[in-house]
């Protein structure tokens, strides 16, 4: 996450500190953990096409994309097994290609 998307995370929790005890991220109105389901429903409002696996599924494949390892990719998403997060490491036709001029210029 950018740096200043922490800080404004960080800012948010310690002004929700005040009122909150509770260490999650996310709240409902009644202070209380919000469901996969609110996450599901909020994305949606969003756009359409917008899920929270979408949302993971791009972070993992930009981290990826920018040249961060495999492990720290796999510890970032929570992953046990590592081949799970090697199945969002497929290259595009694009990146093959890119590869291989690489190698003969």
């Known amino acids: 996450m950018p740096a200043e998307a922490r800080n404004q995370i ?30 599901e429903h909020m994305l949606k409002q969003l756009g359409d096409d917008l899920h929270p696996h979408r949302c993971r599924h791009t972070i993992v494949s930009g981290l990826l994309d920018q040249g961060v390892d495999l492990v720290t990719v796999a510890k970032l998403a929570g992953h046990a097994d590592i081949n799970v997060t090697r ?19």
């Open 10 to 39: 960080s800012e948010y929790l310690d002004q929700r500190s005040s009122y909150s005890k509770e260490e999650l991220l996310l709240l409902s109105n009644r202070r209380i953990r919000i469901s996969v389901r609110t996450v």
């Open 87 to 105: 199945s969002y490491a497929t290259p595009s036709m694009e990146k093959m290609v890119d590869a291989l001029d690489k190698l003969y210029t």
